[in-house]
């Protein structure tokens, strides 16, 4: 085949075992000089590695060393070389997070799956959301809110009753989570060319904090979230289990 295959992996034993014996079958190299990156873990790992690779050309493959593995390939030592030369490549843009705290400060980050603001206190969020600068809902109360993209639409967003996104759909998953006020809201699908702004209200008394695949920044007074579409992570797939079949059987399981 000719490529330079880098293996990484979680700190799970499983996954650090997993990697050892692939390493002494295929050989390894650094991720900065490889075609393709090998990622041994579940999507946790997973996502940490895309975040960690974005400025790098090679795709990342990724081999099911965790739990659920949604977005990761069966783990298999033998034919890794085939299944790389014959894998499927999904691209996927994730979500900008521009989170503004009660101080002031601002903070940045990039989630593949979700932006997520949730309270911190004992009493609910209360909080108003914006699309393209128009105010849509001017108070929810509730546990939080998130935004989702299409291949995070079936972790959290989907666990929070929210709708799964085809791959590829120019919409993303605004979900609520727990709605106290008003009584049934769920959400909406918004374009993803939209920008989002979150303001929360009454931040002082009802603490909240944003989440970005699992990046956390305490104390928000708003929150803007937009689809990062000039980064592009590449994902590899075994034929016949990509994101889209993926996203079709989960509603069928």
């Known amino acids: 085949m000719g490529q330079k295959i880098a293996f990484t ?4 034993k499983i996954a650090t075992e997993a990697r050892d014996r692939l390493i002494k079958i295929y050989d390894n190299c650094a991720l900065e000089e490889a075609d393709v990156i090998v990622a041994l873990g579940g999507d946790g790992f ?3 590695t895309l975040h960690k690779t974005q400025d790098l050309s090679a795709p990342v493959y990724g081999m099911n060393r965790g739990t659920v593995g949604f977005l990761m390939n069966a783990y298999d030592e033998k034919g890794l070389i085939q299944r790389l030369e014959t894998s499927v490549e999904e691209n996927l843009n994730p979500l900008k997070m521009e989170a503004i705290t009660t101080d002031g400060s601002v903070k940045t980050a990039l989630a593949i799956n979700e932006v997520s603001l949730l309270r911190a206190g004992p009493q609910a969020a209360k909080l108003s959301i914006s699309v393209d600068g128009k105010t849509r809902m001017s108070e929810l109360i509730s546990d939080g809110v998130l935004l989702s993209t299409p291949a995070g639409s079936t972790a959290y967003n989907y666990s929070a009753n929210g709708p799964i996104v085809p791959i590829g759909s120019d919409v993303l998953a605004l979900t609520a989570l727990n709605a106290f006020r008003p009584r049934r809201w ?3 699908l918004i374009p993803k060319k939209s920008s989002v702004e ?7 008394k009802r603490p909240i904090m944003a989440d970005a695949d699992s990046r956390s920044v305490k ?3 708003r929150v803007n979230i937009s689809s990062a579409d000039d980064i592009q992570h590449q994902i590899l797939f075994d034929p016949g289990h990509g994101l889209e079949e993926r996203l079709i059987s989960e509603q069928f399981n």
């Not at 979150?198 to 002082?204: A, D, G, I, Y």
């Open 9 to 12: 992996s979680s700190e799970e």
């Open 219 to 221: 104390n928000v007074a």
């Open 46 to 48: 997973m996502l940490q």
């Open 186 to 188: 769920r959400g909406a």
């Open 198 to 204: 979150v303001m929360v209200l009454e931040p002082e």
